[in-house]
């Protein structure tokens, strides 16, 4: 069965302390519960896990959405979201199979980004890497109420406020 790879962005910086990074764990926490109630979801869906603060990194590789854990969650440092979504770019040629003569490939990945925006290094190479990167949807959950929402349109259109997304 083709797999769906869903690839979360996690901003787990300082300026997330508080009420951003509280709203992102609820939100990661009702996706969870939509898609296991959901038996195609449960059959096809892998997720991973990217953080970044002062780094990005791939806390949780593709992972099939029953053995899935939600890592802990702890703000510092600074925003590197450019690096995150670079990384993403590197991760998703990496781990998502594509299409062959011989079999069909996974679906195209989906990506929610969970932030405030603010980014502090090279977020346009980011933006480039990301674009250059075959993606199904891309969401971004804006976190807290000081969120840069002009900031994660650049990612995406798809710009949703975290108090008010229903997943």
């Known amino acids: 069965m083709r797999r769906l790879p869903v690839y979360l962005l996690l ?4 300026s997330m302390y508080g009420e951003p990074i509280e709203s992102v764990k609820n939100g990661l926490e009702t996706l969870l519960s939509s898609l296991r109630q959901d038996p195609y979801a449960l059959e096809t869906a892998f997720l991973s896990i990217i953080e970044f603060n002062t ?3 791939q806390s949780v590789p593709l992972t099939d959405l029953m053995s899935f854990q939600s890592p802990d969650l702890t703000p510092s440092g ?4 450019g690096a995150a979504l670079t990384l993403l770019a590197n991760k998703v040629n990496e781990e998502v199979k594509t299409t062959t003569l011989d079999e069909k490939g996974d679906w195209r990945p989906l990506v929610f980004v969970f932030s405030d925006g603010g980014a ?7 933006i480039d890497d990301l674009k250059a990167t075959k993606m199904g949807i891309i969401v971004a959950c804006a976190a807290g109420h000081h969120a840069k929402i002009d900031e994660l349109t650049r990612i995406t259109e798809n710009v949703v406020h975290l108090r008010k997304c229903r997943l």
């Open 11 to 14: 901003d787990t910086s300082g």
């Open 55 to 57: 780094k990005a990194v």
């Open 78 to 81: 600074t925003t590197s979201l």
């Open 120 to 126: 502090t290094d090279d977020f346009q190479k980011g």
